[in-house]
Each structure stands twice: as C-alpha cells, then as structure tokens.
C-alpha cells in the first residue's frame, strides 16, 4: 500500500465539488491536489454551454483572481490541508520572450504575482510552463516557513457552492474573439502534426487552452453573444473573421511554412466545431481521425 502516490488535478468543475471524496478514496496514494486551471475554465464552459447565464467574458478576463478561480483554488487548500495533503498552485503560461526585455518583463512580472499569490493562498507548491520560470517560482515559495504550508487550515475560508459557480464579469471584445480564433486554429494545426504543447504568442499552448478557445466561440454563437462594439456574434461573423486570422498567420509565419503545414485542415476542422448545433467533446477525438 502506498507505493505509488501522485497528486490528482482538479480540472473539472465536477471534481471541485468532490474534493474530499477523491482524497479519501485516494488516501494511500494522494500526494495532493493540483489546480489544473485551463481544463476547469474549459469543463467551466462545457458543462453549463447551453446556460444563457454562464456565458464568459474572454479568456483572458478569466484569472486566476476572479471570484470563480480563486474560490476554487482557496477551496482546494482547505480540502487539501484539512487531510494533511499538498496543494499545489496552477501553471503559469507565460514563457521568457527573448527578444522583447520589456515584453519579457512584463510576462516575467505576471508569473511572479501569481505566485506570490500562491504562496500568500497557502498553497504547498506550484508548476511553470518553462524551465526559466522555475527561478521566479522559487523564489516566491521560498518565503514559506518550512517545506509546505499544511499547517495553514485555512478556517477562515468559507467557500459555498454558488462560490464555485459565480461567473466572472467582464466583456467580450473582438480582440478576445480573434485571439480565440487565431490561437485555436495555430494549435490545432500543431496537433494535427504532432506536437501536443506550442509556444504561440509568448504563452504556451496545450489542447486545454486550445479547448477554451474553441468552445467560448461555439458558447457565444450558440447564445447570440455581442461584443463591446455592439455586433452580434454570428457563424457568418466568425467565419469571415477566421479567414482574416488565417491571412494574418500566413503572412507572419510566411507562406511556404503556411503551405506546407495543415492549417486548411485545422480551419476547417475547427470551423466545424464553434458550428455544430451540438457540442463536440474534446477536439482530440475529432481530430485524432486525421493523423
């Protein structure tokens, strides 16, 4: 017995109302919990899709600040610590941009708040999504007292269901709509070839980032969503605005690399799945018949 332990992700908003449950059933072999922040936004979304009173703003509106999120992570501690196991903080995206100081410190500067965050929650210990964040994560839990934080029960924190299903405030903005569009399609293009973690845009990107893109886009259809400037967000409207993000992406990566890639199949592919009148779901199975 215990010969193996490892620590459970908490990346389904399901899974965040069950906590003690899996740390019990898990009692010899749970090391903790993890805060799998990307795949709850996504389970977020996906469970409640077909809820008019669900509807996100844009994904980068969702942090780890906001009511939703830091009632999540604030309760995974308190489970956590009150069975005497780890819990750890959620990854940080961002990576070093070589080429840009002042962009890198920009970034460098988000993974440090949100760390130092981490640390002042209570949290045990954390993940960066680049070997050149480790410095910054370590320094910020190398404040703690000892080498965790278990003794921190967290009494204080009372977190209710409605806590856990409070939708963050916020716009969507046609920025946030291209973002989507462009980072989905850029990903899914990499999967098809391949490669299951991409660096786009100085943040990595995995199929659960990639998942949040496609299916916030099929939420605000489905729904009729507007955007800050009044448009209504339609199939035609994404449409149209895909094949700019398209353009926009050949023209950066050139068209030789664009050419020689799968970007037609992914457009189309992901096209397909913020259309659908039902929801695909993962867009792992759909593309999975194409490699």
């Not at 215990?2 to 009692?27: C, N, P, Q, S, W």
Request: glycine content about 8%; charged content about 25%.
């Amino acid at each position: 017995h215990g010969t193996i332990k490892a620590t459970v992700l908490i990346e389904t908003i399901l899974a965040a109302f069950e906590m003690d449950e899996i740390l019990y059933e898990l009692r010899e072999h749970s090391a903790g919990l993890n805060c799998g922040r990307w795949d709850y936004i996504f389970s977020f979304i996906k469970k409640f899709r077909r809820h008019a009173g669900f509807v996100l703003p844009d994904r980068a509106q969702v942090t780890m600040t906001t009511p939703l999120m830091h009632s999540y992570s604030l309760l995974t501690i308190k489970s956590c610590h009150r069975r005497g196991a780890h819990a750890m903080g959620g990854m940080a995206a961002q990576i070093p941009i070589k080429n840009d100081p002042e962009a890198n410190e920009r970034a460098l500067a988000k993974v440090r708040a949100d760390k130092q965050r981490e640390v002042a929650d209570g949290h045990d210990g954390t993940w960066v999504a680049h070997p050149g964040l480790v410095a910054i994560a370590l320094e910020a839990f190398d404040t703690m007292v000892g080498d965790h934080q278990i003794e921190r029960q967290r009494d204080d924190v009372q977190i209710s269901a409605s806590d856990l299903l409070q939708v963050p405030e916020g716009t969507i903005t046609e920025e946030g709509v291209r973002l989507n569009v462009n980072v989905g399609i850029q990903y899914l293009e990499s999967w098809l070839r391949g490669l299951g973690c991409v660096p786009i845009y100085n943040l990595m990107e995995d199929a659960a980032t990639a998942e949040i893109s496609r299916s916030q886009l099929w939420q605000w259809v489905h729904h009729g969503a507007s955007m800050t400037d009044g448009r209504k967000l339609t199939s035609a409207l994404v449409a149209q605005i895909q094949q700019e993000e398209l353009a926009k992406v050949r023209t950066e990566l050139g068209a030789e690399h664009y050419d020689s890639g799968k970007f037609e199949l992914a457009g189309q592919l992901f096209h397909k799945m913020t259309n659908n009148p039902g929801f695909d779901e993962f867009l792992t199975l759909i593309a999975y018949s194409y490699i």
